[in-house]
C-alpha cells in the first residue's frame, strides 16, 4: 500500500533557528515528491518537488529539501526560521496514477 | 494571472439537500483534482480530470458524489442527499501538465457545513 507519514503533528522552533520537518513515504516506483504549506485563512501552495537528479532541491521562502531514497524520506528543511514560516506543511508523494496522497499535515510554530 | 477560483466559499445544507460546488481552473491548465479535507487532516483525492475526461474516480465516496468538467475548464463536484458525514473543506487543484511530476495550484475551498 502506498502511504506517507509526518510523524510529528507539532513542530516549534525559535525564530533564526534551523528548522526540519520530516517526511517518509512508501510508493512503488520512483517516487515523485512534494510539499505543500497553508498558511492561515489561504489555500495549499506549492513549495518545492523532487523529480530526479540532485538529492537536495531548493524551493520558495528559502526552504530545501533532502531526498534519500534507501531511508524513504524526504524532510523539509530551512537554515534560518522566522515566525512567517509558521503555517501547516504537507508531503505530498505522487503515487504513479494520477492520485496525490497528502500526509496529515505537521504544525510548525516559530516563536519569536 | 488568476488563480483557480471555487464557488461559494461558505455552504450550509441541511441534510439530505443536493449541493454543486464549482471550480475555475487556471487557464490552459489540463489537469483537475478535487479533494476532501476534513479537520485536522491532510486532503484526500476524489477524483481527476484530464481535459473534459474523467481518468480517475477513486477516491469519490459513494455515487451520492458525482463530477464533472464538460468542456474542459470549468469543473463541478455535486453531492446528492447530504449527510452530515459530508461536512468538510472541498478543494479544487489544476497542473499545467498530465504527468504526476506536475505541481498541483490549489483553489481556497469550498467549507461544507451539513446540519
Known amino acids: 500500500a502506498q502511504s506517507v507519514a509526518q510523524p510529528e503533528d507539532q513542530v516549534n522552533v525559535a525564530e533564526g533557528n534551523p528548522l526540519t520537518v520530516k517526511c517518509t513515504y512508501s510508493?512503488?516506483?520512483?517516487?515523485?515528491l512534494f510539499w505543500y504549506v497553508q498558511y492561515p485563512n489561504r489555500g495549499l501552495q506549492f513549495l518545492l518537488k523532487?523529480?530526479?537528479?540532485?538529492?537536495l532541491v531548493k524551493g520558495s521562502y528559502g526552504f530545501e529539501a533532502e531526498f534519500n531514497k534507501s531511508q524513504t524520506s524526504f524532510h523539509l528543511k530551512k537554515p534560518s526560521a522566522l515566525v512567517s514560516d509558521s503555517a501547516l506543511y504537507f508531503c505530498?508523494?505522487?503515487?504513479?496514477?494520477?492520485?496525490?496522497?497528502f500526509g496529515a499535515g505537521t504544525r510548525l510554530f516559530v516563536k519569536a | 494571472g488568476a488563480g483557480v477560483s471555487q464557488s461559494p466559499r461558505y455552504k450550509v445544507a441541511k441534510r439530505g439537500q443536493d449541493v454543486a460546488l464549482r471550480c475555475d481552473p487556471i487557464?490552459?491548465?489540463?489537469?483537475l483534482f478535487w479533494y476532501q479535507q476534513a479537520l485536522g487532516q491532510g486532503p484526500e483525492f476524489l477524483t481527476y480530470?484530464?481535459?473534459?475526461?474523467?481518468?480517475?474516480k477513486s477516491g469519490l465516496p459513494s455515487d451520492r458524489f458525482f463530477a464533472e468538467r464538460p468542456e474542459g475548464s470549468v469543473s463541478t463536484l455535486k453531492i446528492q442527499r447530504t449527510q452530515q458525514e459530508d461536512s468538510a473543506v472541498y478543494l479544487c487543484?489544476?497542473?499545467?501538465?498530465?504527468?504526476?511530476?506536475?505541481?498541483?495550484?490549489f483553489g481556497p475551498g469550498t467549507r461544507l457545513t451539513v446540519t
Open positions: 523532487y523529480i530526479t537528479g540532485d538529492n
Open positions: 487557464s490552459g491548465h489540463v489537469s
Open positions: 510508493v512503488s516506483g520512483n517516487p515523485y
Open positions: 505530498a508523494p505522487g503515487t504513479g496514477g494520477f492520485k496525490t496522497i
Open positions: 487543484a489544476s497542473s499545467l501538465g498530465t504527468g504526476y511530476g506536475y505541481e498541483q495550484y
Open positions: 480530470f484530464q481535459n473534459e475526461a474523467q481518468l480517475d
